[in-house]
């Protein structure tokens, strides 16, 4: 904390007590109410979709029924592509989407693979897959018709998708756009528990709480901030033509 940025006013500690018990009662109240809304998720009806539908992956052309990896449900994070634009070119959203999802262990656990559909064609992904250091199943997506496994039925880019598994059938049981991708950006989750929050202007904090712009906080000299952590990132050249800042406009 500096001078020059405004700070919550200092209590003793039983003014704090009081008021952070006041504040965990809406908390409360949030969890039970996310509950229920989970609740009516898993009564939502399904759609069948293609499971014949082909996938390229790291051993070539794989069938959606072997995404599952003799699994009975599939996660799927839906990842947008800048074709030809390189590795630090790529989507600074989805980067922030999933970057955090590293072990799904627990998701194993009960029945439920993870992988990763992109738009791009496997020549490009696989190079900026390895370069991330991302070790789950990355496949793309590219060319398959059925809107239900590749592009998606709400028509947005960078989302969730679940599938449930019955013999040789597939059905797609949710997707989730926009904000309800937030489910897996633990770092996201995290800052909203400090003051200052996610810093972006679209949050309700006090006068003088530092905020940037929406999204502005997933960049960082032309690059996805979590390629800065990765050996041979370096500044963009500008002159490449590669987008800046495409998904924070």
Known sequence: MTGATASPPIVDRETWSR??????AREKAHTREGDAIAAARRRLPMAEVDASATLVGQ??????????????????????WHHGAGIEGQCEGCTASIVDVHDVSYLNHRGVSFAVF??????EIAPFREFMGYTLPWYSMLGVEDRGVGAGLIDEPGY????????????LTNETIG?????????????DLTVY?????????????PQDRTGTWWEKDGRPVPQWTRPGAAPCDESTGAPGGHCCE
Not at 19 to 24: D, I
Not at 118 to 123: M, R, V
Not at 179 to 191: D, I, S
């Open 197 to 209: 929050g996610r810093q972006e202007d679209w949050e309700d904090s006090p006068a003088g709480w």
């Open 19 to 24: 008021e952070r018990r006041a504040l965990l």
């Open 118 to 123: 992109c738009e791009g064609p496997w020549e």
């Open 179 to 191: 904000r309800g991708v937030e489910t897996a950006m633990l770092q996201a989750h995290l800052l």
């Open 59 to 80: 051993n070539g052309p794989v069938s959606f029924l072997d995404v599952f990896d003799g699994r009975d449900q599939l996660i799927a994070y839906k990842h947008m």
């Open 160 to 171: 969730l998708a679940c599938y449930l598994r019955d013999g040789d059938r597939v059905f």
